[in-house]
């Protein structure tokens, strides 16, 4: 499917301002796909949601603020996309993709950490959908607690507690005591 | 946060983040395209910019000459600043002996209005009887001149009024 962005053509100031996005934007674009796609429990509306994004944040980018954080500013608007899904979406995957712990993984020879890896992805499709998002959040894109309350609207304590109540599970799943 | 939760915290990260799904290429391809269509539109930008600016730089000119052009206009009619005159002491001063001619060209009276003089030319024959139109009347002492700018309206109450006083 293409990407429908807007007619840029017909604003010449627009060139640059996209420039400057596309600049920003194209470090953080593999880490934010894997984001929407993890969230979504790999469904192929994934890639929707992330040209949705990436739209999104280009036709906005014009109300950036230079004295926040870019990328926190583009997965807030990642979020919001996602939240938007959550409500449409009747069904996600619930299975994990058959690539996972075959390629790309750290430490291929190590088969104690490739079962951990699929465990704990498989826990995380579990989880509630505005949880699992947080779970990503923290712990494969590495926000901090409040940077995460203030891209999904939420007071940090009520992040806290997601993040709380997710290391008990994890802690059952791996087998350690909670 | 309690040690044993930062050594899982570290584990679950070591874990979430060994493996990811990857950008499509058919994704990014697009997304490559789009930056090499913004590259192109801002480099478009530089050039038109900066015939933009000589464009800009022109039409100034050009609205500058346009604007300065009535003060360089070479006029038989000479000029009256009108905001060296002193303001109006009696509208109804009796017409001088000395007949003038006003600008042809519209002025602007020290109140800020503009006018545009209807009488060519005036002189104490035809002062009562030509204007057709009275705006203000201005009293020139040193040359014992009287200008008279005017509007249709008003001509009938100079009139009367000048009557009355015995004009």
Redesign the interface.
Known sequence: M??Q?PD??TD?????V??S??DLF?PH???L??FI??SLN?SEDA?DI??ES?IRALRYFSGYHADHPFRSWLYSIAHNELKKQYKSLSSMSMAL?ED??LK????ETDPL?IE??R???EL?MELKNAWREV??LY??D?FNVEEIAMMTNRSGGHVKFILNRI?KA??VR?G?KP | MKEQ?KW??E??????????????KS??Q??NQ??A?????????TK?GVLGKWAAIAAALILGVILLMPLFRTDSTEMINLAKFPKVQNPFIAPPALAITVPKMPITVPSGKRLAPIVPSYSPENSVSKPRQLDIIMNIPDKNITIVWTQLEDFDLLSRKRKGNGL
């Open positions: 293409g990407m962005m840029e053509t010449q100031r627009q060139g640059e996209s420039q996005f596309w194209v674009r593999q880490s796909y894997a796609k993890k790999y890639d992330f040209q990436v993709p996972i712990c790309d993984v750290v430490n950490l951990e890896v465990r704990l992805h995380a779970f990503f712990y494969q590495g290391r994890v802690k791996l350690e | 939760d899982l915290d584990r679950i990260r070591r874990g979430i983040q060994a493996w990811s799904p990857e950008l499509p994704l990014d697009e997304l789009r930056m269509a913004g590259k192109q539109l801002k480099d478009n930008k038109s």
